[in-house]
């Protein structure tokens, strides 16, 4: 090693910002969001709907609590995604029968023939990537376990 690396070493410390795992985190989520605001664009939803659709498109007729947990996302910031939808066509929002508290999604026809639209999307982001399907499936894994670690340690 020649003194410039060991210099480089030296001078590393926890709380320069290429040592951050949260950095890494948030600038390959920017990488991410640009890839698919392109992609998206086609469809004339953002990212944020695109996620309100998957889940709608996997189990339609869901209740707004039900679309929340699978996004992590409260209410308060999952009504206005719904109201922009439900405006563009792509779903309606119904107070449910069995209780009145709960707000019951169902597609519209626009909405799931949307969904044909967006079959190309993952190969494209995969594609956009670089990764092979394992590599993929790997990252995907440990996302999901540190989302889960640091869930538990709230």
């Known amino acids: 090693m020649n003194s410039n690396q060991d210099d480089k070493k030296v001078q590393q410390t926890p709380l320069q910002l290429d040592q951050q795992l949260c950095f890494a985190l948030y600038s390959a989520n920017l990488a991410m969001h640009k890839v698919y605001r392109q992609l998206l664009a086609q469809l004339e939803i953002t990212y944020p709907q695109y996620l309100v659709m998957l889940v709608l498109w996997q189990q339609d007729d869901v209740t707004v609590s039900e679309i929340g947990e699978q996004l992590f996302l409260d209410s308060a910031t999952l009504t206005p995604l719904l109201k922009r939808l ?30 044909e639209k967006a079959q190309t999307i993952p190969e494209a982001v995969q594609c956009a990537s670089s990764c092979d399907d394992d590599t ?3 990252l995907k894994s440990q996302l999901d376990d540190l989302r889960a670690n640091l869930n538990r340690a709230k």
């Not at 439900?86 to 969904?115: N, P």
């Open 86 to 115: 439900e405006s563009a066509g792509l779903l309606r929002r119904q107070r449910s029968r069995e209780d009145e508290r709960q707000v019951v999604v169902t597609l519209t026809d626009e909405g799931r023939a949307l969904r």
């Open 136 to 138: 993929m499936a790997a």
